[in-house]
């Protein structure tokens, strides 16, 4: 079974530009989440898609969006960019998302690592 | 929010020693990954675990739920197994997110 996958897996783009990446989760799973990776802040989770909607948000700015779609697989947007938004972007895919019930398992892609110059 | 603190940041060690890399967090969690990252930025889940004890070939990874603590050793180490290694636990069943540690990084020298 094919991993999670991430394309493209560089871009350079410069400031004020927008990007855009997308994700393709592993086969039979509807949940993905994306996360932004900078030497500074680590890894921190900036939202969750399942079923075509957003279940919930991390603490970004609103530049940073996303949708899902109805095949599971994702896109990340990021308008505007500035220097800081330099970062490895990993997403990552599970079954089903976690309820208070339980957690799934989440599977990592290669990740995107986006430059603005 | 879960505040997880990772310790210690940086390891290096001779090829065949016993490392162990501990990670502690704030709130009650669902659960908690140990991540493995390698230059080039690729994240690999090592394991999964909500109680106990999982054991994988040379790596073993613990948690205490009641003293909110994780360790992960690793067992007769070698230069592959040099690395990050990220602490990641889940709370309130994964609706926020992972709340990630700030990573140990590891160098096992021949």
């Known amino acids: 079974k094919a991993g999670v996958t991430q394309t493209p897996r560089y871009l350079i783009k410069t400031r004020g530009q927008q990007v855009t990446l997308s994700c393709s989760p592993i086969s039979g799973h509807r949940s993905v989440s994306w996360y932004q990776q900078t030497p500074g802040q680590g890894l921190q989770f900036l939202f969750e898609?399942?079923?075509?909607?957003?279940?919930n948000k991390g603490n970004f700015p609103g530049r940073f969006s996303g949708r899902q779609f109805s095949n599971s697989r994702s896109e990340m947007n990021v308008s505007t960019l500035e220097l800081g938004d330099s970062a490895l972007y990993l997403c990552?895919?599970?079954?089903?998302?976690?309820?208070?019930?339980?957690?799934?398992?989440?599977?990592f892609g290669p990740g995107t690592r986006l430059t603005v110059l | 929010k879960n505040e997880v603190e990772q310790s210690p940041q940086n390891l290096t060690a001779q090829e065949g020693e016993f490392i162990t890399i501990n990670c502690s967090y704030s709130v009650g969690i669902s659960a908690l990954h140990w991540l493995q990252q390698h230059p080039g930025g690729g994240i690999v889940s090592l394991f999964m675990l909500s109680s106990g004890k999982k054991k994988h070939g040379r790596l073993i990874a613990t948690i205490n739920i009641q003293e909110k603590h994780s360790s992960l050793h690793i067992t007769a180490s070698h230069p592959r197994d040099s690395a990050v290694y990220i602490c990641?636990?889940?709370?309130?069943?994964?609706?926020?997110?992972?709340?990630f540690g700030k990573g140990t990084h590891l160098i096992i020298q021949p």
């Open positions: 898609y399942f079923s075509e909607t957003q279940r």
């Open positions: 990552a895919s599970s079954y089903s998302p976690g309820t208070s019930g339980g957690y799934n398992e989440q599977f």
């Open positions: 990641a636990v889940v709370s309130g069943g994964g609706a926020d997110g992972l709340t």
